[in-house]
């Protein structure tokens, strides 16, 4: 009896401290896009820059936060393993979408990153959908892609002199390009593992 509420607990919708930080994470993608849109006059640009770099960082913390509590408190849920790549991939599509407008990245780039995330998200929903989300697990050539996408792009936003030495929009693009290779590459890796199953299925 305990294993089949466990198991309806992960089925739903539940609303606890984890889900609450990656809701927190989705309404802050509106406010790294949307304080570059606000009225002439109402924020410099200086303001502007840092303020969207400082929230895309809280969102990002938040990234590893919400997964780091929901194992030690045991609150994985279904949903929450949905909602949390959701709102990782809009955040960093929304912050790329941005800086491509702003002439900050260029929009290769852009749709290198953007687009990998669109193909292994579809290839992950197929793999599960035949019972072999495994074969797909993040690789750690993946994490290091995502550590330098998430360190390029607060650099980007802000796109200044940092400490008066640190060029964040030299090393932001570097990182950025760095990122869009190990993107190519996880993207190859992923595809490799599934492609004997992909054959096999026709």
């Not at 309806?8 to 406010?31: C, D, E, G, H, Q």
């Not at 002199?161 to 060029?167: A, C, K």
Request: hydrophobic share 55%.
């Amino acid at each position: 009896m305990q294993s089949v509420c466990d198991d309806y607990k992960k089925r739903s919708m539940p609303f606890n401290v984890p889900i609450f930080l990656t809701w927190l994470r989705v309404a802050m993608i509106p406010l790294v896009v949307g304080i570059f849109y606000l009225p002439d006059g109402w924020l410099s640009p200086w303001t502007q820059n840092f303020s969207a770099g400082i929230i895309f960082i809280i969102a990002a913390i938040t990234d590893w936060f919400d997964g780091y509590l929901a194992r030690r408190w045991n609150q994985m849920s279904a949903f929450g393993a949905f909602l949390d790549p959701v709102a990782d991939k809009l955040m960093v599509a929304g912050a790329l979408l941005v800086l491509v407008q702003l002439g900050r990245v260029h929009a290769i780039l852009g749709f290198i990153i953007i687009g990998r995330e669109i193909a292994i998200s579809a290839l992950r929903e197929w793999m599960a959908g035949i019972g072999e989300s495994q074969s797909v697990a993040v690789s750690s050539v993946g994490k290091i892609k995502t550590t330098a996408q998430m360190i390029a792009i607060p650099m980007l936003l802000y796109y200044d002199i940092l400490l008066n030495f640190l060029d964040t929009r030299f090393w932001g693009n570097w990182l950025l390009v760095i990122a869009a290779t190990l993107t190519v590459w996880s993207m190859l890796y992923y595809l490799k593992k599934a492609w004997p199953l992909m054959k096999e299925r026709g």
